[in-house]
């Protein structure tokens, strides 16, 4: 399933020597091509630009160099920009995490008997992906508007202060980020304790556990790979997001993410190498965050 | 928690006026069971006779719907799965796959905090002869050792009752005569009370002290399995538990210890000790084993029954015994088992017979066959997995 793809990561070396197969050769050329032509190509082209020098005759033109000083810059002036991207995209992991468990476990487990109801409530949450992401953060904008209803409650209740507003403020853009991304955590989680086998529960019950003692010994261990693959799905994109922070949408100046910087130093500071050495940075540090904890998580061997 | 030691013995079950109905049907009638400590006791039963509802109401995996439960002399019918001092072996094992054998096995015994959960928990699978493999995980195991596995995570907890829910169903014939041996040896170690529930009528005889046959939420006998056997009370009894040959008819004459019946013109007579009922239309039996076959007319002699001539329509060579079929007019077909003394069978297909029996191996029954009285049983475990396989192979026809 394409939902738990990225757990199943480590494979079993099998001993027995292969015959070489052309016809898995030939079948592997397609994907083998499109990954060397939009992934290799565009990679090294993205490492080159990092390392050039501005032209000395043109703005906006780059010369090839080896200028691996751009590297230290972008982060010495975009250091809070990076750590808060990965803590907001942190917070949105976990608050999805909170959100969807509970939904997919009653999706997946406590409306098995009503099958109906089930895919109806599934339905439900894939629902939001047939509107486009960008339409759904701007409602959300609208909603959360300063003259609108959300804010306008609160101060009435003067719950909030009369200059209070959440458009802007970071607690929006965790709050977008999560919204946006609890159907990518709910599905892979959805698609584990669906398959999740009850017996397991009851000879826990069996065994002296009390309905906690189960959900942490038996429940959670068995449903890990859903786990794993809904936060992976959410935390990846969610670092990388540039629309929720994007001061269009629900950010503010205060709350910029690594991806606002690199849109911006591409397209509207034109300074390409910052923007293509803040991409390379992302990348390595997701890549190092990732492949840590697929490794401490250890879900090979449920699968 | 309910328990927080080991039990010491086991502790007898007491179930009263148990009834459980799911949405659509009921599973149990008014149960009332008595299950002493210490003992080996099994409830037996045709697939959907409510055995295993029985089981998971005793666990506290199901509610019921009225009836109380008690354990040890304690009302547990509120009470939750793990408030229990009960454990399960389950059909499926149910064996944690993410953990290893050995944290499988020492699962039960960390809930309740009992020191050195290792050390015993190592102790348990050397009983079950698999502590090599203690740091595997049970899908690294076959059947028979996943199934030990899941009798040492039980056995480990000394629970004052142990419940088994068809355990041996999945091990291949040879397996299941091992486990069955050493569940039995294990059993009177360890000296729980095993309530063991199956379908297999011999290995509830060859296992327990005490077996209940169990139909339609009922329990139609109770008692040791020799007395079940040699003299069963209903017909559905005497058809689940082995095979029997039955007649009905009308009770023709009556002495001080015996009645005869008038069985379609012949005269069968059975003692009445052995007879639930002494007068109108009475259904008797006799076990196939127990009849003799004769190629000649024998003279009446008393105390033995004699019927025939009749003719040998199927001849069916067991190794041990021989299972002969024989038509005698007016009564039906009857079933005769015969050990093979000698080589093969001894009469032919179409021999004419005369079957015998000792009048004191026949027995009475309560109740009289409801459908067609002289067609064999088809509720038994052969039968009904026959049945599920024509069932099977027609929707996969389909």
């Given at each position: 399933m394409a939902i738990t793809a990225f757990t199943g990561s480590a494979t079993v070396q099998e001993a027995v020597p292969r015959k070489r197969s052309w016809v898995a050769l030939v079948l592997l050329l397609p994907g083998l091509l499109y990954l060397v032509l939009f992934f290799l190509v565009p990679l090294v082209s993205l490492a080159i630009t990092s390392l050039e020098v501005p032209s000395a005759t043109t703005f906006g033109q780059y010369d090839a160099a080896f200028n691996w000083q751009t590297y230290g810059v972008v982060v010495s002036q975009y250091g809070t920009q990076i750590l808060r991207s990965f803590l907001y995209a942190l917070l949105a992991t976990v608050f999805a995490l909170l959100f969807s468990y509970p939904l997919a476990y009653f999706i997946g487990v406590k409306a098995r008997r009503w099958p109906i109801l089930q895919g109806l409530m599934i339905v439900l949450v894939i629902a939001p992906f047939f509107i486009s992401f960008l339409l759904r953060t701007l409602a959300w904008k609208a909603i959360l508007s300063d003259d609108g209803v959300v804010v306008g409650a609160l101060k009435a209740l003067s719950l909030m202060g009369p200059q209070g507003h959440f458009t802007g403020t970071p607690v929006a853009v965790v709050f977008g980020l999560t919204y946006n991304f609890i159907p990518f955590m709910c599905l892979p989680l959805y698609t584990t304790l669906e398959r999740l086998d009850v017996r397991y529960l009851e000879a826990s019950t069996d065994l002296y556990a009390g309905p906690f003692h189960t959900f942490r010994t038996v429940t959670i261990p068995l449903s890990l790979p859903g786990i794993v693959s809904g936060t992976l799905l959410t935390f990846i994109p969610a670092a990388g997001d540039y629309v929720n922070a994007s001061s269009e949408f629900l950010g503010g100046t205060s709350s910029t993410m690594i991806g606002n910087v690199i849109q911006s130093n591409f397209l509207v500071q034109l300074n390409y190498p910052a923007a293509a050495a803040l991409s390379i940075i992302l990348m390595a540090i997701i890549l190092v965050i990732v492949s840590v904890y697929v490794k401490r998580s250890g879900t090979d061997d449920l699968l | 928690m309910a328990t927080s030691s080991f039990a010491d013995a086991g502790a007898d079950l007491e179930l009263v006026g148990i009834h459980k109905r799911f949405p659509g049907?009921?599973?149990?009638?008014?149960?009332?069971?008595?299950?002493?400590?210490?003992?080996?006791?099994?409830?037996?039963?045709?697939?959907?006779?409510?055995?295993?509802?029985?089981?998971?109401?005793?666990?506290?995996?199901?509610?019921?719907?009225?009836?109380?439960?008690?354990?040890?002399?304690?009302?547990?019918?509120?009470?939750?799965p793990f408030q229990r001092p009960v454990n399960t072996v389950f059909q499926s094992y149910a064996l944690f796959p993410h953990m290893t054998v050995l944290e499988n096995v020492a699962f039960g015994l960390r809930r309740r905090h009992v020191g050195d959960p290792i050390t015993k928990a190592h102790e348990a699978l050397r009983l079950v002869e698999l502590d090599h493999l203690a740091a595997r995980r049970p899908q690294q195991l076959s059947g028979g050792q996943q199934q030990r596995v899941a009798l040492a995570r039980a056995v480990v907890n000394r629970p004052a009752l142990l419940l088994l829910d068809e355990p041996l169903g999945a091990l291949d014939l040879k397996l299941r005569r091992q486990m069955q041996l050493e569940l039995k040896t294990i059993q009177t170690e360890v000296g729980l009370t095993f309530v063991h529930v199956t379908h297999d009528q011999e290995e509830a005889m060859t296992m327990a002290d005490t077996v209940a046959v169990m139909n339609k939420g009922e329990i139609e006998q109770m008692g040791a399995p020799e007395d079940l056997y040699e003299l069963p009370k209903t017909v559905f009894v005497a058809n689940f538990l082995g095979q029997s040959n039955l007649f009905t008819g009308a009770v023709s004459e009556t002495t001080k210890d015996t009645i005869a019946v008038d069985v379609a013109g012949n005269r069968i007579v059975v003692p009445k000790s052995r007879a639930a009922r002494h007068t109108g239309t009475v259904t008797l039996g006799v076990r196939p084993e127990k009849l003799s076959l004769l190629t000649t007319e024998p003279d009446a002699v008393a105390g033995q029954n004699v019927i025939g001539p009749g003719r040998v329509i199927d001849v069916s060579f067991s190794g041990v015994s021989t299972q002969y079929i024989v038509e005698v007019p007016r009564l039906g077909s009857m079933v005769v088992f015969a050990q093979n003394m000698v080589f093969g069978p001894v009469v032919d297909r179409g021999s004419e017979v005369w079957l015998s029996w000792n009048v004191d191996h026949g027995f009475g029954l309560v109740d009289d066959p409801h459908d067609v009285p002289r067609f064999p049983a088809d509720d038994d475990t052969v039968s009904i997995a026959a049945q599920k396989r024509v069932e099977l192979t027609v929707e996969l026809e389909d």
């Open positions: - | 049907f009921t599973a149990i009638e008014n149960l009332n069971l008595l299950v002493p400590a210490g003992s080996f006791f099994a409830l037996l039963g045709p697939s959907g006779c409510g055995k295993t509802t029985t089981l998971r109401l005793v666990a506290g995996l199901e509610e019921p719907t009225a009836g109380q439960i008690l354990i040890g002399g304690k009302d547990v019918t509120s009470t939750k």
